[in-house]
Nanobody, 115 residues
């Protein structure tokens, strides 16, 4: 079965960095675009970044452009989100997402940015 397992969240101070990982299994990883979403308390889940299955192109939310970088390693079935210059407003649960006829979500990993 499809599994998406996120890791790498934590508590950091503003301006610091984190790298999230999402280990995928149960499907042909290289065939799918992959995305990161986030959901802050009291807010709707929002798309943060998408990387396409060819690995070369990506899209970002305006709020993270220039600070976050999405990447993938098809040999390791893993997608990453490098988050730099973190701000308090980046605080949220971050989810890995696989689109398709059937959509899959990871369990989420908490990122807290606070001084």
């Amino acid at each position: 079965q499809v599994q998406l397992v996120e890791s790498g969240g934590g508590l950091v101070q503003p301006g610091e960095s984190l790298r999230l990982s999402c280990a995928a299994s149960g499907f042909i990883f290289s065939n799918y675009a992959m995305s990161w979403y986030r959901q802050a308390p009291g807010k709707e889940r929002e798309l943060v970044a998408t990387i396409f299955n060819e690995g070369g192109s990506a899209n970002y939310a305006d709020s993270v452009k220039g600070r976050f970088t999405i990447s993938r390693d098809n040999a390791k079935n893993t997608v990453y989100l490098q988050m730099n210059s973190l701000k308090p407003e980046d605080t949220a649960v971050y989810y890995c997402f696989r689109p398709g006829v059937t959509k899959y979500w990871g369990q989420g990993t908490q990122v807290t940015v606070s001084s």
